[in-house]
């Protein structure tokens, strides 16, 4: 069973930049695809970025597309987010999510983090 853990949220002024990071443990890290997905208290979940195993395809979401970045290291079976020109908007829990499923399939990724809170002030 994968574990994932992210971490890296906090309180930043619009146009900033924080950078989120998720690490894994359990199965062999390069096998999963892997996602990052945030929810608004009150909203549905959204899929904003998903990386496939290896690194070499990518997708975002048109809320995010040109201001964040994702990427991983397998080698240290980790995934980043570096997210940058934050707004209010993007205020949300941001979880990490793997699975082994591609990435349009996000909402049924089996393993999830806890989430970091991101909170962005205008």
């Known amino acids: 069973q994968m574990q994932v853990s992210e971490s890296g949220g906090g309180l930043v002024q619009a146009g900033g930049s924080l950078r989120l990071s998720c690490t894994a443990s359990?199965?062999?890290?390069?096998?999963?695809?892997m996602g990052w997905i945030r929810q608004i208290p009150g909203k549905k979940r959204e899929g904003i970025s998903c990386i496939t195993w290896s690194g070499e395809s990518t997708l975002y979401a048109d809320s995010v597309k040109g201001r964040f970045s994702i990427s991983r290291d397998n080698a240290n079976n980790t995934l980043l987010l570096q997210m940058d020109s934050l707004e209010p908007e993007d205020t949300a829990m941001y979880y990490c999510?793997?699975?082994?499923?591609?990435?349009?399939?996000?909402?049924?990724?089996?393993?999830w983090g806890q989430g970091t809170e991101v909170t962005v002030s205008s």
């Open positions: 999510a793997a699975d082994r499923l591609p990435c349009t399939m996000w909402s049924y990724f089996a393993y």
């Open positions: 359990g199965l062999r890290f390069d096998d999963y695809t």
